[in-house]
C-alpha cells in the first residue's frame, strides 16, 4: 500500500501597504509633471511681479488652476515617499535619514498650505467679475508676499532639500540605481529655486526620471505578493 506525500504549498499574498506606498511613489512623479505642463507657459523665467499681474494670471486661467491643484495633490503622496524613503535609508544612515525626513515632512505641510492659500484661493476669485477681481489686486499682493503668518510658507525649501538628503542617502546607502538615486538627487536640489517655472518644469522632469522607475518596480514588487 502506498502512500502519498504531501507536499506543502506557498501562496502569494498581496501587500496592501506595500502596494499603497508603491503607488504613491509612482503617482507623485506623474502628477507633477503634469502640473507644470498644464501651466500656461511651462518654461517662463519670470512669474507676476505684483497684485495685478497676478489677478491677470488667474483670470479665466482654467490650466493653472488644475496645475495648482494636482501639485497640491502632490502634498500626500510626498509625505508617503518620504516615509517610505526614510524606513529605507534609516538602516544604514540613520541620522541622516531623520534629518531628510522631518525637513521633508515639515515642507509637505508648507507645500499643502502654500497651494491651498495661493492655488484653491485664486481659484475661487476667478469667479469674479473683471472688475471685482482688478480691485483685489491688493490683497492678492499680500498673499504673494506671504504677509502675516503665511510667512511661514517661506519654509517650502524643506521640502526638496529634504529629499536631497534622501537622493544622497540612496546613493551613499546603494538602494537604489544610481542614476535613480542621482536624478531624485539632482532634481530635488533644482526645484529649491526662486520659484522660477521653467527649472520646475525641468526639475519635473528629472525627478520623473529618478522616481518613476523606482516607483515602478515598488509596484512590481508589492503586486508579486509575499509567501505565506
Not at 521633508?104 to 498650505?113: N, S, T, V
Request: aromatic content about 8%; proline content about 6%; glycine content about 8%.
Amino acid at each position: 500500500m502506498s502512500t502519498a506525500t504531501a507536499f506543502p504549498t506557498t501562496t502569494r499574498r498581496i501587500d496592501p501597504e506595500a502596494l499603497a506606498i508603491a503607488l504613491s511613489v509612482t503617482a507623485f512623479p506623474l502628477l507633477f509633471v503634469a502640473a507644470q505642463a498644464l501651466h500656461p507657459d511651462p518654461f517662463a523665467i519670470a512669474g507676476p511681479a505684483n497684485g495685478a499681474e497676478f489677478a491677470a494670471r488667474i483670470d479665466d486661467a482654467f490650466g493653472l488652476h488644475l496645475a495648482h491643484f494636482l501639485e497640491f495633490l502632490c502634498a500626500p503622496l510626498l509625505l508617503v515617499t518620504a516615509l517610505h524613503l526614510h524606513h529605507v535609508v534609516k538602516p544604514i544612515r540613520p541620522h541622516l535619514a531623520t534629518i531628510a525626513v522631518v525637513m521633508a515632512a515639515i515642507g509637505c505641510f508648507m507645500l499643502a498650505g502654500n497651494k491651498a492659500a495661493l492655488g484653491r484661493t485664486a481659484s475661487a476669485f476667478d469667479t469674479l467679475d473683471d472688475a471685482v477681481l482688478s480691485g483685489l489686486a491688493p490683497a492678492l499682493e499680500a498673499l504673494m508676499q506671504r504677509r502675516g503668518f503665511m510667512a511661514v510658507l517661506w519654509g517650502i525649501p524643506l521640502l526638496p532639500l529634504g529629499f536631497a538628503l534622501f537622493g544622497f542617502g540612496l546613493l551613499a546607502t546603494r538602494r537604489a540605481a544610481r542614476w535613480q538615486a542621482g536624478a531624485i538627487l539632482v532634481g530635488s536640489l533644482m526645484l529649491a529655486n526662486p520659484e522660477i517655472q521653467a527649472v520646475n518644469t525641468v526639475a519635473a522632469l528629472v525627478l520623473a526620471v529618478g522616481l518613476l522607475p523606482y516607483g515602478i518596480g515598488l509596484t512590481r514588487t508589492a503586486l508579486a505578493g509575499r509567501a505565506d
